[in-house]
């Protein structure tokens, strides 16, 4: 019924950026909390960042506070993950995510819609 499509993901040096989107069809963008996982080989997926409905409120994990920023446009039904400084550690299949509750949460578990993920490899 919502469907979720990440784009944005590559393969880039240490210390450098990219930028993903997640866009939405087939619900009501606007009042669903946005989150992003991730997931690496051999281990569980993980919480990464998360956005409230007006964009107003955001939550980090605190592996990747000060160094990624969530943001969201309701118009265009996006929402993105800005990656800098990344690391080898940050490679993982990266997940778009909503929650139809429109709470902010790190709980894998609360989120109702899941993308296909996009492939993010960060060479040393």
């Known amino acids: 019924q919502v469907q979720l499509v990440e784009s944005g993901g590559g393969l880039v040096q240490a210390g450098g950026s990219l930028r993903l989107s997640c866009a939405a069809s087939?619900?009501?963008?606007?009042?669903?909390?946005m989150g992003w996982f991730r997931q690496a080989p051999g281990k569980e997926r993980e919480f990464v960042a998360a956005?409230?409905?007006?964009?107003?409120?955001?939550y980090y994990a605190d592996s990747v506070k000060g160094r990624f920023t969530i943001s969201r446009d309701n118009a265009k039904n996006t929402v993105y993950l800005q990656m800098n400084s990344l690391k080898p550690e940050d490679t993982a299949v990266y997940y778009c995510?909503?929650?139809?509750?429109?709470?902010?949460?790190?709980?894998?578990?609360?989120?109702?819609?899941w993308g296909q993920g996009t492939q993010v490899t960060v060479s040393s």
């Open positions: 087939g619900g009501t963008f606007s009042i669903y909390a």
């Open positions: 995510a909503a929650d139809s509750i429109s709470s902010v949460t790190g709980v894998l578990n609360e989120y109702d819609y």
């Open positions: 956005i409230s409905w007006s964009g107003g409120s955001t």
